[in-house]
């Protein structure tokens, strides 16, 4: 059966070959090579484009800078790129079928329909090449925490969904009762995949507002301060993030924060409490977290 490929190549001192080859393995590699380049070395792996996510690449390269820093050698540069296969796309459907996550939605891939005994919220999604299908642990962790937390509103509720990707926890977010989504991504196509999502669920640019940028355009976006805060990207992104979030936030809003390994939680939990936040859970699955957060009483 065709299918796509991550290739993912890392340039640097030979005496991290070793420790590249066990990084590859470790995230399930499907092959790997190297040769030198001038005093330098080029390990080149594939991975399966259906089996890692964007945030897996980024967190493998992130290990590998750090087991740079463990055998005191100089960072490495790391780069991936899609080999396409012609019958990709016919390949990659196959595999994606409709996916019941937490006790309330259903996951189902644009070109399928939900079950005829279907009981669930369905939310619909063709996510192109934006991070977010249902599929990965941190994404299933949000969308379990969002069910969660807009399980009784009460009230109506605004969030904000920063690096929001395909916008799978934007529109969960819309169809589980939140009142209204302010959304922002860096990347272009994770932008125009998010709108397209929009559309696709029927829902409405007032109900979800989609816009390119940063956490700075984000903050010129919405009206008033968000009752709570979506964001799964990664620990050193989210780390930087954390001390300007107070003007787009309440004294009352919550957060749920996830694309954190769990190696990693214990700075980003600390770094929360240094500003405000208190870590309510902490769940997890296979080496991934999601942190579940709420403000300080004053």
């Not at 196959?94 to 891939?109: A, F």
């Not at 369905?122 to 069910?147: M, N, Y």
Request: net charge negative; proline share 6%; aromatic share 8%.
């Amino acid at each position: 059966m065709a299918t796509s490929w991550w290739e993912v190549q890392v340039l640097g001192s030979p005496a991290l070959e070793d420790a590249i080859f066990w990084r590859f393995d470790s995230f399930g590699s499907q092959g790997t090579a190297s040769q030198m380049r001038g005093t330098a070395c080029v390990v080149k792996t594939y991975f399966p484009q259906h089996r890692m996510e964007l945030l897996d690449l980024s967190a493998l390269a992130l290990l590998i800078k750090q087991d740079a820093l463990v055998y005191d050698q100089p960072s490495p540069q790391i780069w991936w790129t899609v080999i396409e296969e012609e019958d990709w796309s016919k390949s990659w459907k196959q595999h994606w079928q409709p996916e019941p996550i937490g006790d309330r939605l259903l996951v189902t891939p644009a070109w399928l329909d939900p079950p005829a005994d279907n009981q669930r919220l369905v939310l619909r999604l063709d996510p192109g090449i934006a991070f977010g299908t249902g599929a990965h642990p941190t994404t299933q962790l949000c969308l379990e925490s969002l069910e969660m937390r807009l399980a009784d509103p009460g009230e109506p509720v605004t969030l904000a969904d920063i690096g929001c990707g395909s916008g799978i926890l934007s529109i969960a977010a819309i169809l589980l009762g939140a009142q209204r989504v302010y959304a922002a991504d860096i990347d272009d196509m994770a932008v125009n995949s998010a709108i397209a999502n929009r559309q696709l669920n029927q829902i409405t640019a007032g109900q979800l507002a989609i816009v390119h940028g940063s956490l700075d355009t984000l903050k010129e976006t919405v009206t008033a301060p968000v009752d709570g805060i979506l964001c799964n990207i990664l620990a050193e992104v989210i780390i930087d993030l954390i001390p300007q979030l107070p003007p787009l936030i309440t004294p009352q809003s919550w957060g749920i924060f996830s694309g954190i390994l769990l190696s990693q939680s214990k700075l980003v939990a600390e770094t929360l409490e240094q500003h405000g936040w208190v870590v309510a859970t902490l769940w997890r699955r296979e080496q991934w977290c999601c942190l579940n957060v709420r403000r300080s009483e004053v």
